[in-house]
């Protein structure tokens, strides 16, 4: 059974730091891309970081340098550093897998099948 359960989510102030964690089944864990998503209201989900099974990752633009990516093999963990967060990183913050393409690991939503419920990051001025 695919489950996905993120946490550490929260409320912080500009400039600050939060450590999210997606905690994956087995069967989630066998997909090689695990990617971090966000949505805020009103917008479309926005990818924002993807590491494969090999710790491959590759990061978004509007992100680099301030969050990164890592995982726990042994526990089936896929955690999202953030720091030097800004207000505009308020969002709902999602953990996806899915199987990879042809030409690696997507970076679209659509992608992934399968999703955690959400974490809310919100980040004040």
């Known amino acids: 059974q695919v489950q996905l359960v993120e946490s550490g989510g929260g409320s912080v102030q500009a400039g600050g730091s939060l450590r999210l964690s997606c905690a994956a089944s087995?069967?989630?864990?066998?997909?090689?891309?695990r990617a971090w998503f966000r949505q805020a209201p009103g917008k479309e989900r926005e990818w924002i970081a993807t590491?494969?099974?090999?710790?491959?990752?590759n990061v978004a633009n509007s992100v680099k340098g301030r969050f990164i990516v890592s995982q726990d093999n042994a526990k089936f963990t896929l955690d999202l550093q953030m720091n030097s967060l800004e207000p505009e990183d308020t969002a709902m913050y999602y953990c996806?897998?899915?199987?990879?393409?042809?030409?690696?690991?997507?970076?679209?939503?659509?992608?992934?099948?399968?999703w955690g419920q959400g974490t809310q990051v919100t980040v004040s001025s």
């Open positions: 996806a897998v899915t199987w990879p393409t042809t030409s690696g690991c997507a970076t679209k939503s659509s992608a992934y099948p399968y």
């Open positions: 087995a069967s989630s864990y066998r997909m090689p891309c």
């Open positions: 590491i494969t099974r090999r710790d491959d990752t």
